[in-house]
């Protein structure tokens, strides 16, 4: 019996691979023989597509029926190939003739015919926003990194050229107003020195040039299909392009009218009867600041679907960046992303809980390796380069001894930093967890592990020893979602661990332990807390990298109950690497004694260590209460930040933060406000930059941030070689705060060194300062000046990661 259901579900395979047409072939101009990239493969009447790649080569599978496949490329005459149901699998070689150029009158008005090409290209997409609510797509992605044969540490014949790796994907394309957008990867392959997880290329059409905003590496450009494009650029009619059939088509120069804007340059051919665009070629201008100085092409094709809507059919972004810092280090790096949109569907009911994942997401089969499916659903043949890359990286990665450039860094720290790196992902908990240092627990070394059972149920389990005070650390915490994706949690968990007072996002737990094992300065204020807690979580919106391997929305409400004792903890070593001399900071004492609290917590578009939209807002509270709660303490607590970034110029923004707080009670130490401050001259975004950490405490506080960036004040012209090639950006700083500590706190007086503003003759705090951002693209560097608690201004310098 079971042979007869071999027998049957092989005919049954074999009778599907009977059902589709395999179509491929190669592209040239019929004079030159020059291969042709991009040119446009469409079955007439569908929404099945693709494109041609840099060697003119396509790909595609169909279903077996009748059809005309059209072949067009602007500037070509269109090609059509018949096919019925008795056609073979073949492969087409085809030759493109050259459509008639005209060029354009003369005409003597105040406008360029070219404006009004974009005028009713500009005008029919305006209208197709009122009538597109929804549609889906399926996605090919390409994405390979090339560099230096050096670099690469392998040759693979191309010169100085050397693919270093390469990914691809298949994906599922949603789209929903107003702006949402999600690729759901079903297929993907890349080379063997990528991890699967880290290949998450689907670049859809979120990267859409007929969209009004394209953002580029975290640069917002207008694209020439803005509604006020016309303000913007210049659009010049180079000549009509007469084809044997189809309508004419305009060629048009594309050109910003300013360098204080980040526009495009470039060509756009346009369907000029019925104000289709058909291909676009365009570069960032100068105000557009690219990392190393980067040389960036864009390239996207479109087509009309349903004879209402156009869409991108093609993407090609080539990226060419030489990375050259301060004269030490010279590589170069290529960067090529190729994208083929097809099998569109407009307006089909798509649910909104699609758009509560992260904007990419792979399927569980999405690494099944298929050899099968890559033949069958190809739509972008790999060129011969491409294939043998895969097999060289192979090779390579199975036996070093064979590179080009076996370098110690590679052969001796390059195993170590990948393992360590490795630490960051699950099923791991960080690297912070495996190893710390600070003044209080001395050097602390354990590990931390997450487990799943099915899809929403998650434990965590941390374990460590402190060796400068000699105690074991340990933290379980289990979480269920209520709904596959995770936006209704309960969770609860216990843990035994040296707790910081402070908030952990401004400086975290790497940065305290490389201050601390080198310099003796340790930022944070510590207790020991031996406490359970549970709580509940609800969040919605789109799931938004925030750091590593976190991922979080943009409102979420927690809610929760915490139990255990607060116990003071000492500063147990004097040990670093240098400063022997130096000592620590003293570590303030706390109320000890049982701390039973609720909780709770408001995120609006905020998130504590990432900035995730131009305007949001915290609000967290605490409540503690020896009758209600059980506790030894009775306080209440609340504090609230709020921040807004908006445009004063079209190159300059304008950042605001205030953050405020409030207790009433009796707040114990571990419970005091501090202001966040510069350490070892290291600053973050929203800290002082001219107060020595931990300078002033209360129970009540307001603290305000104003940051001016100016841009590149003239854009293009201060880019200083191997330093600054991508431009210097001006920043102007101030802020402000004021600390105290209320009469009735029968805390306050517990670490006498702890004072507030108020305590001082000026009663409040004040800085302010210059900053130079995006030195060597990374790197923020300030000049500030305290004005307060002084005789006479005292500055400061400090560095910091760049200010995006």
Avoid: C
């Amino acid at each position: 019996m079971y042979r007869f259901f071999i027998i049957l579900i092989l005919l049954s395979l074999n009778t599907a691979a009977q059902n589709r047409l395999h179509i491929s072939g190669n592209v040239r101009d019929s004079i030159t023989g020059e291969p042709l990239p991009f040119a446009n493969v469409m079955i007439r009447g569908t929404s099945i597509g693709s494109v041609t790649d840099m060697s003119g080569n396509f790909s595609m599978s169909l279903t077996r029926g009748k059809g005309v496949l059209l072949i067009s490329m602007v500037g070509y005459n269109t090609y059509k190939f018949t096919y019925d149901e008795k056609l073979k699998d073949t492969t087409l070689t085809v030759l493109l003739q050259s459509a008639v150029y005209e060029l354009p009158p003369v005409t003597i008005t105040g406008e360029d015919p070219g404006v009004a090409v974009m005028r009713g290209v500009i005008e029919r997409k305006i209208k197709q926003k009122e009538r597109l609510s929804t549609y889906t797509y399926d996605l090919y992605t390409k994405f390979i990194v090339s560099t230096d044969t050096i670099t690469a540490g392998r040759s693979s014949g191309l010169r100085d050229t050397t693919i270093f790796s390469i990914f691809e994907s298949f994906s599922k394309g949603y789209y929903k107003e107003p702006g949402k957008y999600f690729n759901e990867i079903y297929r993907r392959r890349q080379s063997v020195n990528v991890p699967p997880q880290a290949n998450f290329v689907a670049f859809g059409t979120n990267i859409n040039l007929y969209d009004d905003i394209v953002n580029l590496v975290g640069e917002e450009v207008y694209t020439p299909f803005h509604p006020d494009a016309v303000s913007f650029y210049d659009f010049k009619l180079l000549q009509w392009i007469r084809p044997i059939e189809g309508n004419t088509i305009a060629k048009i120069k594309v050109t910003p009218k300013t360098s204080q804007r980040k526009l495009f340059e470039g060509i756009i051919d346009v369907d000029g009867i019925n104000s289709v665009p058909l291909e676009a070629s365009l570069r960032p201008n100068r105000a557009v600041q690219l990392p190393f100085d980067a040389s960036l092409l864009y390239h996207q094709t479109f087509g009309e679907f349903e004879n209402e809507f156009i869409m991108p059919t093609g993407l090609e972004i080539i990226t060419y960046v030489p990375v050259d810092i301060i004269w030490l280090y010279s590589a170069r790096v290529d960067v090529r992303i190729y994208n083929v949109a097809y099998n569109y569907a407009f307006n089909p009911p798509v649910s909104d809980e699609i758009f509560e994942q992260r904007r990419v997401e792979a399927a569980k089969e999405a690494d099944k390796e298929e050899e099968e499916f890559w033949v069958q659903n190809m739509v972008m043949p790999l060129r011969p380069e491409e294939l043998s890359a895969y097999e060289e990286i192979r090779a390579v990665r199975e036996n070093p001894d064979s590179m080009l450039v076996n370098s110690v860094f590679e052969k001796y720290i390059g195993p170590v930093t990948r393992e360590i790196a490795k630490l960051d992902r699950d099923p791991f908990t960080g690297f912070d967890d495996f190893f710390r240092f600070n003044r209080v627990s001395g050097l602390n070394l354990g590990g931390g592990y997450k487990f799943l059972f099915g899809e929403r149920l998650q434990l965590i389990t941390k374990a460590g020893y402190s060796f400068a005070d000699k105690k074991l650390n340990g933290e379980v915490n289990l979480a269920y979602s209520f709904d596959e994706n995770g936006k209704y949690k309960i969770s609860a968990g216990a843990y035994s661990r040296l707790q910081r007072r402070d908030e952990i996002a401004a400086v975290g737990e790497r940065t305290v332990t490389t201050l601390a094992l080198l310099f003796k300065n340790d930022y944070g204020d510590y207790y020991y807390a031996d406490e359970a807690n549970i709580q509940f979580e609800y969040s919605t919106g789109q799931l938004r990298f925030v750091r590593r391997n976190q991922y979080a929305r943009p409102f979420s409400v927690i809610l929760g109950f915490r139990t255990g004792n607060n116990r003071s903890a000492l500063v147990n070593t004097n040990f670093a690497l240098f400063n022997r001399s130096g000592i620590y900071r003293y570590n303030p004492l706390i109320a000890e004694g049982k701390m039973n609290s609720v909780y709770s917590e408001l995120n609006l578009n905020y998130n504590q260590f990432r900035r995730v939209g131009n305007l949001g807002m915290q609000l967290r509270g605490e409540y503690s209460d020896p009758v209600r709660t059980g506790s030894e303490f009775d306080f209440e607590m609340a504090n609230a930040t709020v921040y807004l970034r908006t445009r004063t110029f079209p190159l300059w923004t304008l950042d605001l933060r205030v953050t405020a707080g409030r207790a009433w009670g009796s707040l114990p130490p571990q419970r005091f406000y501090s202001f966040e401050t510069s350490a070892s001259s290291f600053a973050v975004q929203g800290a002082f930059r001219g107060l020595k950490v931990k300078e002033f405490y209360g129970d009540t506080y307001v603290s305000g941030f104003m940051e001016h960036n100016f841009g590149e004040v003239f854009p293009g012209l201060i880019r200083i070689p191997n330093v600054a090639s991508f431009g210097v950006e001006f920043i102007i700083a101030a802020n402000a705060g004021w600390t105290a500590f209320s009469k009735t706190n029968s805390y306050r007086n517990i670490n006498p060194q702890m004072r507030s503003t108020e305590d001082t003759k000026d009663k409040y705090y004040l800085e302010g300062g210059l900053g130079f951002n995006r030195l060597l693209l990374f790197f923020r560097f300030d000049v500030s000046a305290r004005f307060t608690q002084t005789d006479q201004p005292i500055y400061f310098f400090t560095f910091s990661t760049a200010t995006n």
